[in-house]
């Protein structure tokens, strides 16, 4: 049953969810451990949830992080990651590079555009001889 009513003058709707009581009790003992109540762990869960879904429709403007790890010693890498990022610096916000060993390196590329064209860095990124994983945070703003 699903039923939803506005609260007048306080800008919100309040609604009622069936569920399984095992799965409200998973979520109950959950959202404490976090600190939340439930309205805000729904309104959060709500919000990735639609997130996830514009991110696999491929459409829509986010932001967030490319984290490369790359082995520094593989000749000619650092240039074509310059290169890559030069190509897409309108997505580009900011960089963190980081040394974590003598031959291995993190680097953080903040990104703020359309999704496909973040996804289209992130895999000629991913492609590159050296590079030894990439993880993708996307959001929508």
């Given at each position: 049953?699903?039923?939803?009513?506005?609260?007048k003058?306080?800008?919100?709707?309040?609604?009622?969810?069936?569920?399984?009581?095992?799965?409200?009790?998973?979520?109950?003992?959950?959202?404490?451990?976090?600190?939340?109540?439930?309205?805000?762990?729904?309104?959060?869960?709500?919000?990735?949830?639609?997130?996830?879904?514009?991110?696999?429709?491929?459409?829509?403007?986010?932001?967030?992080?490319?984290?490369?790890?790359?082995?520094?010693?593989?000749?000619?890498l650092?240039?074509?990651?310059?290169?890559?990022?030069?190509?897409?610096?309108?997505?580009?916000?900011?960089?963190?590079?980081?040394?974590?060993?003598?031959?291995?390196?993190?680097?953080?590329?903040?990104?703020?555009?359309?999704?496909?064209?973040?996804?289209?860095?992130?895999?000629?990124?991913?492609?590159?001889?050296?590079?030894?994983?990439?993880?993708?945070?996307?959001?929508?703003?």
């Amino acid at each position: 049953m699903l039923g939803s009513w506005l609260m007048k003058g306080k800008g919100v709707v309040r609604f009622s969810v069936s569920t399984n009581p095992n799965l409200l009790e998973d979520f109950d003992q959950a959202i404490r451990r976090l600190g939340y109540d439930r309205s805000k762990a729904i309104q959060a869960a709500m919000r990735n949830y639609l997130g996830e879904l514009k991110l696999s429709e491929g459409v829509g403007l986010v932001a967030g992080a490319l984290v490369v790890l790359y082995n520094h010693g593989t000749v000619g890498l650092e240039g074509k990651l310059t290169d890559i990022q030069h190509e897409f610096q309108h997505l580009i916000t900011s960089t963190l590079h980081v040394h974590l060993t003598e031959d291995v390196c993190l680097e953080i590329i903040a990104v703020r555009g359309q999704v496909k064209e973040t996804r289209e860095l992130a895999q000629k990124i991913m492609v590159q001889r050296g590079v030894m994983q990439l993880k993708l945070a996307l959001v929508h703003p």
